[in-house]
Nanobody, 126 residues
Framework: QLQASGGGLVQAGGSLRLSCATSGRTASNYALGWFRQAPGKEREFVAAINWRSGSTYSANSVRGRFTISRDTAKNTVYLQMNSLTPEDAAVYSC?????????????????????WGQGTLVTVSS
């Protein structure tokens, strides 16, 4: 299961940290991702991380402002979002896919993921 939290209302230029708590994991490794969807727009990749290796990848639109990380002790993935703009407003969802133990991969396409948590709403005021 994936439980996202941390969304809210923030002024442009502000910061938020989203959390995605994972539970019930049965695989030895996962790729975890954050996607967002604004009203009337398609779901958009934001960032992804490989649980075991910690390797990460972020979309060009957020690189340098958003950071994905994980806390293995807390079984939680984070998305630190800085310098937020109204264009970042969306419902943010975390997702996961079981991976082979030695994999360092992650995915940027929603269809590659198997598990989705409920979204958390991020609103950015100008």
């Amino acid at each position: 299961q994936l439980q996202a939290s941390g969304g809210g209302l923030v002024q442009a230029g502000g910061s938020l940290r989203l959390s995605c708590a994972t539970s019930g994991r049965t695989a030895s490794n996962y790729a975890l991702g954050w996607f967002r969807q604004a009203p009337g727009k398609e779901r958009e990749f934001v960032a992804a991380i490989n649980w075991r290796s910690g390797s990460t990848y972020s979309a060009n639109s957020v690189r340098g402002r958003f950071t994905i990380s994980r806390d293995t002790a807390k079984n939680t993935v984070y998305l630190q979002m800085n310098s937020l703009t109204p264009e970042d407003a969306a419902v943010y969802s975390c997702t996961a896919k079981a991976m082979a133990y030695g994999s360092t991969s992650y995915y940027t396409v929603p269809a590659r993921y198997d598990y989705w948590g409920q979204g958390t709403l991020v609103t950015v005021s100008s």
